[in-house]
Nanobody, 121 residues
Framework: QVQLVESGGGLVQPGGSLRLSCAASGSIFGINGMGWYRQAPGKQRELVAT???????NYPDSVKGRFTISRDNAKNTVYLQMNSLKPEDTAVYYCNADVLQPFTTMFMNYWGKGTLVTVSS
């Protein structure tokens, strides 16, 4: 059983910063891609950032230059540094990871339960 647990959400003023963390635990034999997604009220879940096991990152234009994804493979943890936050960044942020299944070459996709980020004055 694999669990992803996010932390670091909260209330921040426009222009402020937050750092989210997501730690994977359980039967982990390896993790391929990891990422962050978000879902605002009344909207679909959308991509925020992804990072490969080798450290290659990808961002949509909406957060490029403001958000930075990173990972610590030894700790099975992915981070999201969010700077210059805007009210439209308000959403529940979810962690995602492709985890290698034991004694196989197959990966299974897992989601965390999310952490709320509210950007408001």
């Amino acid at each position: 059983q694999v669990q992803l647990v996010e932390s670091g959400g909260g209330l921040v003023q426009p222009g402020g910063s937050l750092r989210l963390s997501c730690a994977a635990s359980g039967s982990i034999f390896g993790i391929n891609g990891m990422g962050w997604y978000r879902q605002a009220p009344g909207k679909q879940r959308e991509l925020v950032a992804t990072i490969t096991s080798g450290g290659v990152t990808n961002y949509p234009d909406s957060v490029k230059g403001r958000f930075t994804i990173s990972r610590d493979n030894a700790k099975n943890t992915v981070y999201l540094q969010m700077n210059s936050l805007k009210p439209e960044d308000t959403a529940v942020y979810y962690c995602n990871a492709d985890v290698l299944q034991p004694f196989t070459t197959m990966f299974m996709n897992y989601w965390g339960k999310g952490t709320l980020v509210t950007v408001s004055s």
